[in-house]
Every structure is written in structure tokens, then in C-alpha cells.
């Protein structure tokens, strides 16, 4: 069956960096737009990047542009969000996700001083 885990989030300063990754397996992972979402505490999910199965094609949403980089590896098949320049209001739960399939468990990312 389909499973994602995600992994590489914690407690980082503002102005810092962080690298999620994502390990996809149980599909043909290089056919999937994938996608990254996150959820901060009291709020629904928020849509933040995504790109498509041959790794072309990247968006992000306004409020991370510039600083959030969405990429993947098909050797490996795994999803990765580097993320630069941490602000506080980047602090959720990240997840990925398959394009209209699966969501990970999620991987907490808090950016506090």
C-alpha cells in the first residue's frame, strides 16, 4: 500500500534553515504530482508547494516563495522541501502528499526563538 513518511522537522531559530524529506513507497512515485501541506496549531491545512512527477514545473505558495525550495529524487524516491529563513509563522505540521492520494503522517516544524 501507498506510505509516505516524513521526516526531518524540529526546532529551529527564525532566520534558520531546515530540510524535510518525504520516503514514498507503494506506487509508481515518478507518475505522481507530489506535494507538501501543512497544518499550524488552530488552523486547517495550507497548500505550500508542489511539482510534478518528472521533478519540472515547481509552485509555491505566496507566503514561502523565495525562501522554500520543493524538490524530489526518482532513484530514491523520496520528496524534499528545503527551508530557508524561518519565520515563526512557518511553525506547523508538514506533511507530504500524493496528488489526489495519500498524505503522510506529518513531521513538526517549530521556528521560536
Known amino acids: 500500500q501507498v506510505q509516505l513518511v516524513e521526516s526531518g522537522g524540529g526546532l529551529v531559530q527564525p532566520g534558520g534553515s531546515l530540510r524535510l524529506s518525504c520516503a514514498a513507497s507503494?506506487?509508481?512515485?515518478?507518475?505522481?504530482?507530489m506535494m507538501w501541506v501543512r497544518q499550524a496549531p488552530g488552523k486547517g491545512l495550507e497548500w505550500v508547494s508542489s511539482?510534478?512527477?518528472?521533478?519540472?514545473?515547481?509552485r509555491y505558495a505566496d507566503s514561502v516563495k523565495g525562501r522554500f525550495t520543493i524538490s524530489r529524487d526518482a532513484a530514491k524516491d523520496t520528496l524534499y522541501l528545503q527551508m530557508n529563513s524561518l519565520k515563526p509563522e512557518d511553525t506547523a505540521v508538514y506533511f507530504c502528499?500524493?496528488?489526489?492520494?495519500?498524505r503522510g503522517q506529518g513531521t513538526q516544524v517549530t521556528v521560536s526563538s
Open positions: 502528499e500524493q496528488a489526489g492520494g495519500s
Open positions: 507503494g506506487f509508481a512515485f515518478s507518475r505522481y504530482t
Open positions: 511539482i510534478n512527477g518528472a521533478g519540472q514545473n515547481p
